[in-house]
């Protein structure tokens, strides 16, 4: 079978990976369509041959009609058995499985064969979490993938560190197929309207059956103009009554968590530093990909703040944090990374342009008291002293850490 030339790879994630590769645990790559999990797959294949050129690679791409004879789990099953090797390392990668009911079970059957190297990709997160941790407990391995980081995105399209490259990847955002694309408004538009397309009507309306098409639209923009705010389904159900829309707090938590399921948009839970619990009502929403989110509503100047915290928080994720808002009493830390048992603290502001600001943005950070680093992160490109031993950091170069 012939795979696509690879122009540009994605290191970081193929070295993550590599440690798993030849072990018998499933590899899954989960992750928003269009954001180059295709392409890892294609990568790990041609890492498998570099080694081994007689490598019995069984490739099924469920996206692709050639495949379209696979409809249950038993024909998958049945295709990836007549395909094996008795004796012999089969290396099987499945594209978009969560296409395939009951697919877990296959996956647990073949992992029952220690020859067997598996490694599939899916687009729907409660589907690939829950059966997978239900039927594969232990047995398999999760990476999350996301859109083109900063630097990859100036690797990619072969650009230097400047506030130009910086608009452009605000603008635009980090698909990895917009490297074949001129980065200019019609026609990067026009494709990102389309990915936004597929993954509303393929993976929310078809895949959960909704009828209320327009709501959902409403809510997405809805979405769009409040990233970085504060909200519950209440608050959108009484938004959305005063603009003579009637929608239940049910129906509205199933719209957002189908629209998080698909990894369109990404919900960031409230933790409460003092009392040292998560908040169990009231919570964040960011978007995957910073171009699909500006195809929505438009590319504003006054979204520039939105922008700039949504930027922050995807950069969190790419590096493997966990993430969480954080309130000290009274006061929101906008957010605490976690990772290795390690914390990050940190605040975002479009400039620091006064002591008020100042006094703001950084006392929040000076309230908590635990040694962890602290970072205040802003536009501004002024690298001077910290703020009492706080950092600030803008924006251009924190993305480049």
Avoid: W
């Amino acid at each position: 079978m012939n795979f696509p030339r690879i122009l540009k790879k994605r290191k970081g994630y193929i070295d993550r990976i590599k440690p798993f590769m030849q072990k018998s645990v499933a590899k899954v790559l989960t992750g928003q369509r269009r954001v180059g999990k295709s392409f890892l797959l294609y990568q790990l294949i041609e890492e498998i041959l570099a080694e081994e050129p007689d490598a019995n690679i069984i490739y099924i791409n469920l996206e692709d009609f050639a495949f379209s004879f696979l409809q249950t789990a038993e024909d998958l099953h049945s295709y990836i058995i007549s395909h094996s090797k008795e004796k012999a390392k089969n290396y099987i990668f499945i594209d978009e499985i969560q296409d395939i009911p009951g697919f877990e079970k296959v996956i647990r059957s073949l992992l029952l064969n220690e020859d067997n190297d598996i490694y599939i990709t899916g687009s729907n997160a409660k589907m690939l979490s829950g059966e997978l941790a239900t039927y594969l407990s232990g047995r398999y391995i999760e990476f999350k993938i996301y859109s083109l980081s900063y630097s990859e995105f100036l690797g990619f399209h072969g650009l230097t560190e400047s506030e130009t490259s910086y608009e452009l990847y605000s603008r635009y955002g980090g698909l990895p197929y917009l490297l074949n694309l001129p980065l200019e408004d019609e026609t990067v538009n026009e494709y990102l309207k389309s990915v936004y397309s597929t993954i509303v009507f393929r993976d929310v309306v078809s895949r959960y059956k909704l009828r209320n098409t327009l709501f959902l639209e409403k809510l997405i923009q809805f979405l769009s103009e409040n990233i970085g705010n504060l909200f519950s389904a209440k608050n959108i159900s009484d938004y959305l009554k005063s603009q003579h829309t009637t929608i239940s707090v049910n129906q509205i938590q199933s719209y957002t968590e189908y629209l998080n399921n698909a990894f369109l948009i990404h919900r960031v839970e409230r933790y409460d530093l003092i009392g040292k619990r998560v908040f169990e009502i009231g919570e964040k929403y960011y978007f995957e990909n910073m171009g699909i989110r500006n195809i929505v509503i438009g590319y504003r100047i006054t979204d520039k703040a939105r922008i700039l915290e949504n930027l922050v928080y995807n950069h969190l994720l790419y590096k493997g944090y966990d993430i969480k808002v954080g309130y000290y009493g009274d006061k929101e830390i906008d957010f605490i990374g976690e990772k290795n048992g390690e914390k990050l603290y940190i605040q975002v502001a479009l400039k620091i342009d006064s002591d008020k600001t100042a006094e703001r943005e950084f006392g929040k950070l000076l309230k908590i008291q635990d040694n962890y680093p602290k970072i205040v992160i802003t536009e501004d490109t002024f690298n001077g002293n910290s703020y009492e031993g706080i950092r600030h950091c803008p924006i251009r170069r924190f993305l480049m850490e």
